[in-house]
């Protein structure tokens, strides 16, 4: 059973930072491009980041320069560091295998002061 467990939301002051976290099972992990999503209340779901089976990233532009996208093949995890948050950051955030359709249930990032 393919499970993606998102951890590490919470919420955080603009310019704060956050690092989420996802943990796999059920895939060979170091086969997989992994991507990050997120969705804000109303909005459609958008790609964040992504990363590939050899470490290739690829961000939107609304985050580049601000998050990080890494992963750890040992540890079946994808992390995302987020750096220097804003307001229009709040949204759920999942992990995902999109071509799979494997997605996780997603963790909430608030940002607020």
């Known amino acids: 059973q393919v499970q993606l467990v998102e951890s590490g939301g919470g919420l955080v002051q603009p310019g704060g930072s956050l690092k989420l976290s996802c943990a796999t099972s059920?895939?060979?992990?170091?086969?997989?491009?992994m991507t990050w999503y997120r969705q804000a209340s109303g909005k459609q779901r958008e790609f964040i980041a992504s990363?590939?089976?050899?470490?290739?990233?690829n961000y939107a532009d609304s985050v580049k320069g601000r998050f990080t996208i890494s992963r750890d093949n040992a540890k079946n995890t994808v992390s995302l560091q987020m750096n220097n948050l804003k307001t229009d950051d709040t949204a759920v955030y999942y992990c995902?295998?999109?071509?799979?359709?494997?997605w996780g249930q997603g963790t909430q990032v608030t940002v607020s002061s």
């Open positions: 990363i590939t089976r050899r470490g290739g990233t």
């Open positions: 059920g895939i060979i992990f170091i086969g997989s491009p």
């Open positions: 995902a295998i999109p071509a799979s359709n494997f």
